[in-house]
């Protein structure tokens, strides 16, 4: 059972688009959710975070807008360009003492010049 | 900036194989652990550790053992490796000031 679920699966955009990722989790003991996101060949690293304590959490063109009652979450990537193609990776975990860090599938994006 | 360095980059060992990853952070970070990601499964925990001596098991831990011999090293073994086992293996590390998990460049597996 998947307890973090990305969707679409893979994307493609044109340069200038806003795309937006999906992401929800089951575990109502998460409190944290960050997203990585891992360019082809490289290794996954965080790109933006949220809590619990906050709804939207925006850097740069990247916003997170969170719907905790329907464990919900999404990522808006404003203006994409080619260089935002990779695979972005919504997690979820306890930041208390376990801080087990849960992955979701992932999403391929390709943003089209 | 955080560094987690793995070795070896890459490995390739044969079924029934005795096989050990290697994983070092400089960082002071109390956590560690140990992924695997394969296409269409994304990234899969294996094994953590919250500090020297301590091992938590992950989502994907059969066929796996894992030590955490300092706060600096730990160690991914499989000591009877299958096909199955053939993977990129990430490990990472975090603090308890930061929530951020950071990434070693990753180990390529190949059981033949």
């Known amino acids: 059972q998947q307890q973090v679920r990305q969707s679409p699966q893979s994307l493609t955009v044109w340069e200038g688009e806003t795309t937006i990722l999906n992401c929800s989790y089951e575990?109502?003991?998460?409190?944290?959710f960050p997203w990585y996101r891992q360019f082809p060949g490289k290794s996954p690293a965080l790109l933006i975070a949220?809590?619990?304590?906050?709804n939207k959490k925006e850097d740069g063109r990247f916003t997170i807008f969170f719907n905790k009652r329907e464990k919900k979450l999404s990522l808006h990537i404003t203006d994409s360009q080619p260089g935002d193609s990779a695979t972005y990776f919504c997690?979820?975990?306890?930041?208390?003492?376990?801080?087990?860090?849960?992955f979701g599938l992932g999403t391929t994006l390709q943003v089209q010049p | 900036e955080a560094a987690v360095t793995q070795s070896p980059r890459n490995k390739v060992t044969v079924t029934g194989g005795n096989v050990t990853l290697s994983c070092r952070q400089t960082?002071?970070?109390?956590?560690m652990y140990w992924y695997r990601q394969d296409t269409g499964h994304g990234l899969r925990l294996i094994h953590y550790?919250?500090?020297?001596?301590?091992?938590q098991i992950g989502d994907v831990p059969d066929g796996y053992k894992a030590t955490r011999t300092t706060q600096e090293d730990f160690f991914l073994l499989l000591e009877l490796a299958s096909p199955s086992q053939t993977s990129l293996y990430f490990c990472?590390?975090?603090?308890?000031?930061?929530?951020?998990?950071?990434f070693g460049k990753g180990t390529r597996l190949t059981v033949v």
């Open positions: 550790s919250y500090g020297a001596g301590n091992l």
């Open positions: 960082n002071s970070h109390n956590y």
């Open positions: 990472a590390s975090s603090g308890s000031g930061t929530t951020e998990v950071f």
């Open positions: 949220i809590s619990l304590v906050s």
């Open positions: 997690a979820a975990s306890e930041t208390g003492n376990t801080r087990k860090l849960i």
């Open positions: 575990d109502s003991t998460f409190d944290y």
